[in-house]
């Protein structure tokens, strides 16, 4: 909740809320308790800003959508922004696995290490308590 608040804005995309406590115009005081939060479409706090003289808050304007001259037309430019996003998200994907992969490769290059060191150390224990026995 916003105590305070007198504007509420949903952004252009649906996915954000803006919640103000805003003074008048020509107000002396300094609006100590004046500012906005950005709230996530599900009601979770994401961003608070208190700003001392705060008259007005607005979203900033989107472009008008693109509209071409017939559907064939405007499914050809969504498949077109399709498969370059695709390949561009395909190769970030790939990256992001190889990262992963690394990581899990030394992970376990560092417990193979780890065992055959520890491998050694009981071929060395059992070689001398062999000699002992021996004796």
């Not at 103000?20 to 706090?45: C, K, L």
Request: aromatic residues 12%; proline residues 4%; charged residues 30%.
């Amino acid at each position: 909740s916003h105590e305070g608040a007198v504007e509420l804005h949903w952004c252009p995309s649906g996915r954000y809320v803006i919640t103000a406590a805003t003074q008048p115009i020509g107000t002396e005081t300094s609006g100590s308790d004046t500012g906005y939060i950005v709230w996530s479409f599900q009601g979770e706090q994401l961003f608070k800003h208190t700003i001392p003289f705060f008259f007005q808050i607005l979203w900033r304007p989107r472009p008008k959508e693109i509209r071409l001259e017939s559907k064939e037309e405007e499914k050809k430019c969504q498949e077109m922004l399709l498969k370059q996003y695709h390949n561009l998200f395909e190769q970030r994907d790939a990256e992001v696995r190889r990262q992963h992969q690394s990581k899990f490769v030394q992970i376990n290059l560092a417990k193979w290490t780890s065992w055959n060191a520890l491998q050694e150390q009981w071929k060395k224990k059992t070689k001398e308590l062999s000699r002992k026995r021996a004796e």
